[in-house]
DNA sequence: TTATTATGTCAAGTGTCTTTTACATTTATT
DNA sequence: AATAAATGTAAAAGACACTTGACATAATAA
């Protein structure tokens, strides 16, 4: 899975803290997100689509990879 | 956040075992979600929204208790 | 009524998401 | 060049998603 996270984030000149303070969590889970560390809680990802006012599937972009769970 | 997906599923007569096959989960993994135990993950919610032809915010409906992740 | 199918509960275990804290590096500003 | 702002790493801990297995009940069919 690949997310337009920090595409969209610097597309509107928002920084990593803002992010965080706006989805309610910490900055590292925001870096974590952007660096595919892990992938966001469906509810995680429902608040950081609303904040750029997309819709989930347009900023998680899922491939072939994600048969698994 | 409630879901849609025992509603889809009655509508579609799939049961939950084949629910649960297409996605690539356990039978007990649909009934948790169906019951409300936990939330579905990004990708689960992706395939399930997928099987269905639909978008994941159109199975998963958030509400005000998910300020909380 | 008996067998089958569909739905449900419970509990223990594994793995992943998220937080917290502390520190390092890069980029911008002055 | 020095300071601040933005981004990054690492590791430990807690919470939650999902699996497995075993068993119980409800609904449907034979």
Redesign the interface.
Known sequence: ?ETRIQALRKENKVTQNELADAV??TRQTIISLERGRY?????????IAQYFGL???DI?V?DQE????
Chains 1, 2 share one sequence.
């Open positions: 899975m309610d969590v992938k966001a809680s469906l509810v995680l990802a429902h608040k819709a989930i599937e998680f899922f994600d048969e698994n769970i």
